[in-house]
């Protein structure tokens, strides 16, 4: 099982940057599709980007679009959230996940997040 830990959050004002980091252990994440999501005020977390293992294709929120980028380092068993042009209502707590095809929805064990916090 993949074990994932998140991290690059932190605070910063709005306008800024930051890029988060997720490491795999436990297997390679070579043929998996990843994801970020984050915790959200719903029941479930909610999607940020995606990012196929195949293409690599990439897919994002309508929120986010066009501030952040997601990319992979597989050599390096990671997938990074580069975040541009924060606003004060991306503060919230980031994770990352495998995820399935087409939907994109998570599956698999969680890491414990990293804070990213906008201050206007």
């Known amino acids: 099982q993949v074990q994932l830990v998140e991290s690059g959050g932190g605070l910063v004002q709005a306008g800024g940057s930051l890029r988060l980091s997720c490491v795999a252990s436990g297997t390679t994440i070579d043929n998996y599709n990843m994801g970020w999501f984050r915790r959200g005020s719903g029941p479930e977390r909610e999607f940020v980007a995606a990012i196929d293992w195949k293409r690599p294709n990439t897919f994002y929120a309508d929120s986010v679009k066009g501030r952040f980028l997601i990319s992979r380092d597989n050599p390096k068993n990671a997938v990074y959230l580069h975040m541009l042009r924060l606003i004060p209502e991306d503060t919230d707590v980031y994770y990352c996940?495998?995820?399935?095809?087409?939907?994109?929805?998570?599956?698999?064990?969680w890491g414990q997040g990293t804070q990213v916090t906008v201050s206007s």
């Open positions: 996940a495998q995820v399935r095809d087409g939907d994109h929805r998570p599956f698999g064990s």
